[in-house]
């Protein structure tokens, strides 16, 4: 059986598969709050590479920066935030990785 590329008959309309997932997704998307930066909100709270403890809640588990549209933060505190937590990480403030296994 040779396969011939304009010969795809058998197959479904992009446009039928659409509406066979349309029809069967019932649910909306539910309104999600768009985060805000907590450093544009407040002037008073600084961004620091000395306070580890405040660095933590930007990292995960495994020792990953949280990416922006997780934290919240806006691109250019994003952008200080990041060389913070670097700086922190060679002054063996924050573990470059998790301990565990």
Do not use: W
């Not at 600084?46 to 933060?73: A, H, Q, T, V, W």
Request: aromatic share 8%; with cysteine; proline share 2%.
């Amino acid at each position: 059986m040779s396969y011939d590329r304009h010969d795809r008959n058998d197959r479904n309309d992009r446009n039928d598969r659409n509406d066979n997932y349309s029809a069967n997704n019932d649910t909306r998307r539910k309104f999600v709050r768009r985060k805000s930066c907590r450093y544009c909100g407040d002037k008073e709270f600084k961004l620091d590479f000395k306070n580890g403890k405040m660095l933590s809640f930007f990292i995960s588990e495994r020792g990953r920066i949280i990416p922006r549209r997780i934290s919240g933060n806006c691109a250019l505190h994003q952008r200080h935030l990041t060389t913070a937590v670097k700086r922190a990480r060679v002054m063996a403030l924050v573990p470059f990785t998790s301990t565990q296994r």
